[in-house]
């Protein structure tokens, strides 16, 4: 058992998800210990605070494989090239995965492309231009 069971105990079942369907539907690999969260704990938020993105969200707003993480993406682009807010990393290599209540948004520095498991996690400041 790991330290998040011990905090947070999984349901007894979590959705069946079909991975290569959604890592085509998204053209991307994705990591390992993120599907077996996602396996575990399904959709939902972890003491209501933070909201990973899942297939399987119930809301378009929360869900990976929905607009989300494309409007979050051209945001930060569009940041990026006004100047409005520094953005530390290509838009094009960010990746929203999760969002908390505050409204942090939670990200895979996805570089390299095709290898998941060596991704790090970014944040930024909620209302704010820190990272």
Same mark, same amino acid.
């Given at each position: ?10 349901? &007894? ?11 085509? *539907?998204?053209?991307? @690999?994705? #990591?390992? !210990?993120? +599907? ?32 989300? &993480? ?11 090239? *006004?100047?409005?807010? @520094?953005? #530390?990393? !290509?838009? +094009? ?39």
């Amino acid at each position: 058992m790991t330290s998040i069971d011990r905090l947070c105990p999984p349901p &007894p079942t979590g959705p069946s998800t079909d991975w290569p369907s959604v890592e085509k *539907s998204l053209g991307m @690999p994705l #990591p390992t !210990d993120y +599907q077996q969260m996602a396996n575990t704990y399904g959709p939902g938020a972890f003491c209501g605070f933070l909201h990973l993105y899942h297939p399987h969200a119930s809301t378009p707003g929360t869900s990976i494989t929905g607009s989300m &993480p494309a409007t979050i993406r051209a945001q930060l682009q569009h940041d990026l090239d *006004s100047g409005t807010y @520094p953005v #530390p990393h !290509d838009p +094009q290599h960010l990746f929203v995965m999760g969002v908390t209540y505050n409204g942090e948004y939670l990200f895979w520095l996805t570089e390299p492309a095709g290898d998941p498991e060596t991704w790090t996690i970014a944040t930024n400041e909620a209302r704010g231009p820190r990272w």
